[in-house]
């Protein structure tokens, strides 16, 4: 689904992750109004079936019965997994509700807190502290809102429905086999209503490949065990090749005259040679001299800031494929460190463009020849690169970024 990412297992993550984010702990959420569960057999059938498979891959008639006692299908979560957001979020809506003053001071006292902790588990993995405070706030609050729902029940739900049954099928026997381990009972495995677990919000899949006992109390608890949180959250981004001596990127100020196609994670270059094009840091001093490569994006378009980006950005991005989570993560990461807020001023009057004016600037695009893919709604890859097609053509900046202002031109062309 998303090809950038190395393995299924990271997909997983990513997956759920999204899928969640109008319903995140940050306060996105809305009570929804329940929907009925229709699976393609009755649901009686459908469990006996998944229970028949669940034991020939080595699930226990034990661990069965007490996993699925008094399971049933949760309405409210299908309710959920079929709600889409009215409005996108602008790269600054989403940073106002990720990163307040409130979440920075709060992660700053709980580096001292858990200071010792903290440095014996960078030092193993290789994952600088303020990152994994960074996704701990944004991921559960730093463990405040873990999610209320029965990992089993919400596996179960999404598993027996039809719309993504393989994935959640998968999802629910890694969830099984966890319980059979030990890790935690069926009763306290809590998680959100797509299955993801814990401070840092794993889904079985992913605990099952990269959790760990810190601890050494012979269970992975990412529930309740801040080693083991902090354990396996740096173990994850250790193998996925995160890089300690380098940060996640920069806000850079770009030269007049910028060739604004050269915008994109598509486009990588050395630090040298983004220098020789006139980028500079934010404060106007020359880039570092790093031997990295980086990408220039533009999360508001060619208004707004412009970030040099490295490989650890692109790790966060196996976390959650979101642009603005991952410019998040680094930027929280970046205030934690004591570094300054952003210094590019914010737009005007910019206001987020409604999903449907999305699908209707996705439409247009597509009538004129340009292959945006469907019309979702969703800003992907081929909608910014149809974007950027026609901006070119029109002779306006060729940033892919969709906005009011795109929309009103795409009416009159």
Do not use: C
């Not at 250790?238 to 050269?262: N, Y």
């Amino acid at each position: 689904m998303f090809p950038f990412l190395r393995s299924a297992t990271k997909y997983s993550l990513s997956y759920v992750l999204v899928v969640s984010a109008v319903l995140s702990t940050s306060g996105f959420a809305e009570e929804p109004t329940s929907l009925s569960v229709e699976g393609s057999i009755p649901f009686e059938q459908w469990l006996h079936e998944f229970k028949i498979e669940a034991k020939s891959k080595g699930i226990s008639d034990q661990t069965l019965e007490v996993s699925f006692k008094d399971i049933k299908p949760i309405p409210k979560i299908i309710e959920y997994d079929r709600r889409q957001p009215e409005f996108t979020h602008t790269f600054w809506t989403y940073l106002d509700r990720a990163i307040s003053a409130q979440r920075i001071k709060k992660a700053q006292e709980l580096q001292v807190t858990h200071a010792s902790l903290l440095r014996e588990i960078s030092k193993k993995y290789g994952v600088q502290s303020r990152f994994l405070l960074a996704f701990w706030g944004l991921e559960s609050n730093f463990g405040q809102h873990t999610g209320g729902f029965s990992v089993i029940a919400a596996d179960t739900t999404l598993a027996y429905d039809t719309r993504r049954s393989d994935f959640f099928r998968t999802q629910l026997l890694e969830a099984l086999r966890i319980i059979q381990a030990g890790h935690i009972t069926a009763e306290n495995m809590q998680g959100s209503w797509a299955g993801a677990m814990g401070h840092l919000q794993f889904i079985p899949s992913t605990y099952n490949l990269y959790a760990v006992d810190e601890d050494g109390d012979g269970r992975q608890d990412i529930w309740n065990t801040l080693p083991d949180v902090f354990g396996s959250a740096a173990n994850y981004l250790s193998q996925i090749g995160w890089d300690d001596e380098h940060t996640w990127g920069r806000e850079v100020a770009l030269p007049k005259g910028f060739d604004w196609e050269l915008a994109g994670l598509n486009t990588k270059k050395t630090i040298e040679e983004w220098h020789r094009l006139g980028v500079l840091k934010i404060s106007g001093n020359r880039l570092p001299s790093v031997d990295l490569e980086a990408s220039l994006i533009l999360p508001s378009g060619h208004k707004g800031p412009a970030f040099l980006v490295y490989n650890n950005f692109r790790k966060i991005l196996n976390w959650n494929r979101s642009i603005n989570y991952a410019l998040a993560v680094g930027h929280l990461s970046d205030r934690i460190a004591g570094k300054a807020p952003l210094q590019t001023k914010r737009l005007e009057g910019e206001r987020p463009l409604r999903r449907t004016e999305v699908e209707e600037i996705q439409s247009l695009l597509a009538q004129q020849g340009y292959d945006v893919g469907k019309a979702d709604g969703i800003v992907g890859k081929k909608t910014r690169e149809g974007i950027r097609e026609f901006q070119i053509k029109a002779g306006l900046p060729g940033d892919g970024y969709p906005n009011e202002e795109l929309l009103l031109k795409l009416r009159k062309s």
